[in-house]
T-cell receptor, first 114, second 113 residues
Framework: SQQGEEDPQALSIQEGENATMNCSYKTSINNLQWYRQNSGRGLVHLILIRSNEREKHSGRLRVTLDTSKKSSSLLITASRAADTASYFCATASDRGSTLGRLYFGRGTQLTVWP | DGGITQSPKYLFRKEGQNVTLSCEQNLNHDAMYWYRQDPGQGLRLIYYSQIVNDFQKGDIAEGYSVSREKKESFPLTVTSAQKNPTAFYLC????????????FGPGTRLTVT
């Protein structure tokens, strides 16, 4: 399977703490993306990191990518109750037959308690 | 407002009936996608289209059909051949079929009884 796998499946923290989610994948990629989904809603794109990048920041988000280990992590700093959602990683293949599609993992359910 | 819309938000059908889910975008995106999401699961790709009048099967295309006659529209028909159609269906679009992020609609929750 080309799906990414997030770890942990569920994460529960207090407001103000940092949240770290990990994603592992199996095949070579063009880029890796993180998305957020509030319950019963569509996904919202958070950040895209290309295969030649190692780290990227966007506001309170920090994403790292280690292509040698085929893994990525998403760090949310100073979390807020409004960050409560499911977070998905998605990999974009660099192979001709599968260009144009993303492969999503099953997600990490983050709960931030006030 | 630019964006991607799906209608209706909730849809109920009797077993054996075909049903068509609407997806429209005004982002001028070339690529459009249909995903299915089951409780506690990730997204599974049903069909995708990188350009008008062309589309490809995803991982779970059996029991579904699509058309892409216009750039802004990518309707999905759930046929009676789909054995377990109750799910949350998400449509997405992207400016670049190969490299860019996808923009998602709000989803349609289909219940078949």
């Amino acid at each position: 399977s080309q799906q990414g796998e997030e770890d942990p499946q569920a994460l529960s923290i207090q407001e103000g703490e940092n949240a770290t989610m990990n994603c592992s994948y199996k095949t070579s990629i063009n880029n890796l993306q993180w998305y957020r989904q509030n319950s019963g809603r569509g996904l919202v794109h958070l950040i895209l990191i290309r295969s030649n990048e190692r780290e990227k920041h966007s506001g309170r988000l920090r994403v790292t990518l280690d292509t040698s280990k085929k893994s990525s992590s998403l760090l949310i700093t100073a979390s807020r109750a409004a960050d409560t959602a499911s977070y998905f990683c998605a990999t974009a293949s660099d192979r001709g037959s599968t260009l144009g599609r993303l492969y999503f993992g099953r997600g990490t359910q983050l709960t931030v308690w006030p | 407002d630019g964006g991607i819309t799906q209608s209706p938000k909730y849809l109920f059908r009797k077993e054996g009936q075909n049903v068509t889910l609407s997806c429209e975008q005004n982002l001028n995106h070339d690529a459009m996608y249909w995903y299915r999401q089951d409780p506690g699961q990730g997204l599974r790709l049903i069909y995708y289209s990188q350009i008008v009048n062309d589309f490809q099967k995803g991982d779970i295309a059996e029991g579904y059909s699509v058309s892409r006659e216009k750039k802004e529209s990518f309707p999905l028909t759930v046929t009676s051949a789909q054995k377990n159609p109750t799910a949350f269906y998400l449509c997405a679009s992207s400016s670049s079929p190969t490299l860019a992020e996808q923009y998602f609609g709000p989803g349609t929750r289909l219940t078949v009884t």
